[in-house]
């Protein structure tokens, strides 16, 4: 896996499937894609196929990071860089201070994540309260007032937007290509017709 050949955005319903296989692969407790599969940010091919993802729960400033899938084990350091450089810009737009999650993987200690103290678990929302094995969590910011209704509406259509403006550019790409192979086929029929053409007018041109 490198850079130039895997793309990183948030999650659409079409890869619903595929983010099934994926929690089914590792094992994960079921999640109600249906509904929340917009928390999802997926790693994948150009071809379509999703190498990782992982879930984003917000609630208030506070972000739990969940349902870590991984396609290939050899390749999972990698993919989780990815899917963290694009949970760390989702993090930014929604002015999260703090994120929890419980992964046995070494990467996430590796960019800052920490066991979750007592007085730091005291924080907890809530919303992520299941099990409490292996809490970990990462201070992004000091920990403010919650964001507004109207902050986390920006947020939202910024994201949007912004998946607006890469799907248009990667429709471009696509449209760019076709057009060159267009192109390129035009340019060999022609090619063709004009050597059947000339092959035709010599012989025609030929002494009998």
Same mark, same amino acid.
């Given at each position: 896996?490198?850079?130039?050949?895997?793309?990183?955005?948030?999650?659409?319903?079409?890869?619903?499937?595929?983010?099934?296989?994926?929690?089914?692969?590792?094992?994960?407790?079921?999640?109600?894609?249906?509904?929340?599969?917009?928390?999802?940010?997926?790693?994948?091919?150009?071809?379509?196929?999703?190498?990782?993802?992982?879930?984003?729960?917000?609630?208030?400033?506070?972000?739990?990071?969940?349902?870590?899938?991984?396609?290939?084990?050899?390749?999972?350091?990698?993919?989780?860089?990815?899917?963290?450089?694009?949970? =760390?810009?989702?993090?930014?737009?929604?002015?999260?201070?703090?994120?929890?999650?419980?992964?046995?993987?070494?990467?996430?200690?590796?960019?800052?994540?920490?066991?979750?103290?007592?007085?730091?678990?005291?924080?907890?929302?809530?919303?992520?309260?299941?099990?409490?094995?292996?809490?970990?969590?990462?201070?992004?910011?000091?920990?403010?007032?919650?964001?507004?209704?109207?902050?986390?509406?920006?947020?939202?259509?910024?994201?949007?937007?912004?998946?607006?403006?890469? &799907?248009?550019?990667?429709?471009?790409?696509?449209?760019?290509?076709? =057009?060159?192979?267009?192109?390129?086929?035009?340019?060999?029929?022609? =090619?063709?017709?004009?050597?059947?053409?000339? &092959?035709?007018?010599?012989?025609?041109?030929?002494?009998?």
């Amino acid at each position: 896996m490198t850079d130039a050949n895997v793309q990183v955005r948030r999650a659409t319903i079409e890869d619903i499937p595929q983010i099934v296989s994926l929690c089914q692969q590792e094992n994960l407790p079921n999640v109600d894609l249906e509904k929340r599969f917009k928390e999802f940010q997926v790693v994948h091919t150009p071809t379509g196929e999703i190498l990782g993802a992982i879930g984003l729960q917000i609630s208030g400033n506070q972000g739990r990071l969940h349902s870590e899938a991984v396609l290939h084990p050899e390749q999972g350091d990698a993919v989780r860089q990815k899917l963290w450089d694009r949970i =760390a810009l989702v993090a930014q737009n929604f002015g999260l201070a703090r994120i929890w999650i419980q992964s046995d993987a070494p990467f996430w200690h590796t960019i800052g994540f920490g066991p979750a103290s007592g007085e730091v678990m005291s924080r907890l929302p809530a919303e992520f309260a299941g099990t409490n094995r292996n809490w970990s969590t990462l201070q992004l910011k000091e920990e403010g007032p919650t964001v507004s209704s109207i902050d986390k509406e920006f947020a939202l259509f910024r994201e949007a937007e912004r998946e607006r403006t890469e &799907k248009i550019f990667r429709q471009a790409r696509v449209l760019k290509l076709l =057009a060159g192979l267009v192109a390129v086929a035009v340019f060999a029929l022609v =090619a063709l017709w004009a050597f059947l053409f000339f &092959k035709n007018y010599r012989g025609r041109q030929q002494p009998r």
